[in-house]
């Protein structure tokens, strides 16, 4: 299986910061890769998808980049709705695996 | 509106069975690929079953393989999962969940395995 693997565990930050979460894959998943914000008590909500393209409705602060095995989110400009929980997911494989996720405090 | 409605989760005993059911709205269920995924505050998010829209594609996490079996009704537009011999470690909230990457997920349903 791919392994994801995120990077920081947890993040803290203050509003109005640039925040970038890495995400690696064990082996190349090409661009496919996709990142989702997750509140407390609530489902998961997908921000990007092929590593960089933005779901509609998505701020515009949000952006990804990366392919091969290297990936990261962007927050631009950290707003106080942001506080939340991030996962990487890859899907080039039929096994699907999530990274174990980062908490983004203040 | 794409809805995802889970059901079926509740407390059962280790070695037991439960089948979760999932019924869609708003989309054209057939032509969508769907999911399991399940989540736990110890493992974090873990993906558990992918069946495809049309060919009839289904895969399963290696920790399931052979215990869980995914299944969809188009006509009723539902997906479910019937799961046997159920362990400790399969407590989880179990989500619903659409597409090859999921952009659109359920509200989730409970299933405690425990003595």
């Known amino acids: 299986d791919i392994q994801m693997t995120q990077s920081p565990s947890t993040l803290s930050a203050s509003v109005g910061d640039r925040v970038t979460i890495t995400c690696r894959a064990s082996q190349s998943i090409s661009s496919w890769l996709a990142w989702y914000q997750q509140k407390p008590g609530k489902a998961p909500k997908l921000l990007i998808y092929?590593?960089?393209t933005l779901e509609s409705g998505v701020p515009s602060r949000f952006s990804g980049s990366g392919s091969g095995t290297e990936f990261t989110l962007t927050i631009s400009s950290l707003q106080p709705d942001d506080f939340a929980t991030y996962y990487c997911q890859q899907y080039n494989s039929y096994s699907r695996t999530f990274g174990q996720g980062t908490k983004v405090e203040i | 509106e794409v809805q995802l409605v889970e059901s079926g989760g509740g407390l059962v005993q280790p070695g037991g069975s439960l089948r979760l059911s999932c019924i869609a709205s708003?989309?054209?269920?057939?032509?969508?690929?769907m999911n399991w995924v399940r989540q736990t505050p110890g493992k974090g998010m873990e993906w558990v079953s992918y069946i495809s829209g049309s060919d009839g594609s289904i895969y399963y996490a290696d920790s399931v393989r052979g215990r869980f079996t995914i299944s969809r009704d188009n006509a009723k537009n539902s997906l479910y999962l019937q799961m046997n011999s159920l362990r400790a470690e399969d407590t989880a909230v179990y989500y619903c969940?659409?597409?090859?990457?999921?952009?659109?997920w359920g509200q989730g349903t409970l299933v405690t395995v425990s003595s």
């Open positions: 708003g989309f054209t269920f057939s032509r969508y690929s």
């Open positions: 092929k590593a960089s």
């Open positions: 969940a659409r597409g090859v990457y999921v952009d659109s």
